[in-house]
């Protein structure tokens, strides 16, 4: 059974950094696309970030030059490093993949991390 499971997140100050990492586990043949989504409270879900397994990225415009994504395919985790944190960055992340496992390709998500900025 695949799993992901995410730590990291937090409360930080305006401007602060936090880092969010996620860890896939089960029987996993491949991973193509790993990412982050935050939901805010009344908000629809958004894209934060995604990386591909060769390593090209996507990003929000409201992060771009902030936030950076990166993942260790030997070790099937991604990590989202956040900088010039803003309050409007406050949401609960949750880390996502596709993954081809025992089962066949699904996309799989987190439990969700809850981000909050505030000073």
């Known amino acids: 059974q695949v799993q992901l499971v995410e730590s990291g997140g937090g409360l930080a100050q305006p401007g602060g950094s936090l880092r969010l990492s996620c860890a896939a586990s089960g029987t996993i043949f491949s991973i193509s696309v790993m990412g982050w989504y935050r939901q805010a409270p009344g908000k629809q879900r958004e894209l934060v970030a995604r990386i591909t397994s060769i390593g090209s990225t996507n990003y929000a415009d409201s992060v771009k030059g902030r936030f950076t994504i990166s993942r260790d395919n030997a070790k099937n985790t991604v990590a989202l490093q956040m900088n010039s944190l803003k309050p409007e960055d406050t949401a609960v992340y949750y880390c996502?993949?596709?993954?081809?496992?025992?089962?066949?390709?699904?996309?799989?998500w987190g439990q969700g991390t809850q981000v909050t900025v505030s000073s």
């Open positions: 996502y993949a596709d993954i081809w496992g025992a089962s066949g390709g699904y996309d799989y």
